[in-house]
């Protein structure tokens, strides 16, 4: 599977942003989808992932602004960002991993090395 990640620009302090991850090559349906960012001079960190029944999961530092989501007749994955902050600037990358079977369907993934594949990022700029 390839990802695509769009959505990204240049936003005030307390505005929304949405980003897409499309996928193509294979259908997403067997994957958990994550998102991470890394801001210059940081490691890239976590921010939300889904699993294939969308159970979901939020850094601390995103719960209650953002919210991911998950259009597998689409092959698209959503991060809704609002209430976007300076800090939340960054470099917005999507990841996948293909998580098959009756208990994979309910798993997500929080760490950058449980991912196989990545799109090529994104980028997020927050005005204050």
């Known amino acids: 599977v390839q990802l695509l990640a769009s959505g990204g620009g240049l936003v005030q302090a307390g505005g929304p942003l949405r980003l897409s991850c499309t996928a193509s090559?294979?259908?997403?349906?067997?994957?958990?989808v994550g998102w991470f960012r890394q801001a210059p001079g940081k490691e890239r960190e976590f921010v939300t992932a889904?699993?294939?029944?969308?159970?979901?999961t939020y850094a601390d530092s995103v719960k209650g602004r953002f919210t991911i989501s998950r259009d597998d007749a689409g092959n698209t994955v959503y991060l809704q960002m609002n209430s976007l902050k300076p800090e939340d600037t960054a470099v917005y990358y999507c990841?996948?991993?293909?998580?098959?079977?009756?208990?994979?369907?309910?798993?997500?993934?929080?760490?950058?090395?449980?991912?196989?594949?990545w799109g090529q990022g994104t980028q997020v700029t927050v005005s204050s």
């Open positions: 990841a996948a991993r293909e998580s098959r079977g009756f208990s994979g369907a309910t798993y997500y993934y929080t760490a950058v090395n449980d991912y196989t594949t």
């Open positions: 090559g294979r259908t997403f349906i067997d994957y958990a």
């Open positions: 889904i699993s294939r029944i969308s159970s979901t």
